[in-house]
């Protein structure tokens, strides 16, 4: 799909769940960027990786031919006139933060969403995260809103503050839009 400094970015398939669960559950485990408690199984995460991959996107980071990250989009809510927007998310393992693969894995992922039709896409980020923030600012997100203490999860209580990119700017807002695919 596409090259970054130092590795290839590609459409995730169900032979990557076992690297992104891998990936994924220090973050579950010892830290509250994510409020799941439970590491997610091997097989769960290739249902999620089908999911997105149905109607959003999920690609993941190789290099050297191991999965070293990954980014997806996923529905925002359930009612049909948000059918427009989606939240997005990356992981990376936790030797690769703050080398470039997150801002490789979102220059991929955000026109994969826009030519699928999604007009809006939301990032949470769970507070204090600084290099998730710079992230999201550095690719056009703007703060929307803070939830406070909304999750509890290592013995405390945490924010999250929300980040919305406009995946359409100058849309008319009087013509309905195509549906996404």
Known sequence: MAMSGDGNIRRATADDAAACAAIYAPYVTDTAITFETEPPTVAEMGRRIAAANRHHAWLVLEVDGTVVGYAYGTEHRTRAAY????????????????TGGGRALYAAL???????GYRRVMGGVTQPNEASMGLHHAFGYSEVGTYRKVGWKLGSWHDV?????????????TTPPAEPR
């Open 83 to 98: 059918r427009w927007a989606c939240d997005s998310s990356i992981y990376l393992h936790t030797g690769r933060r703050r």
């Open 161 to 173: 503050t929300w980040l919305q990119l406009d995946l359409a700017p100058g849309e008319d807002r």
């Open 110 to 116: 955000l026109p994969a969403l826009a030519a699928r």
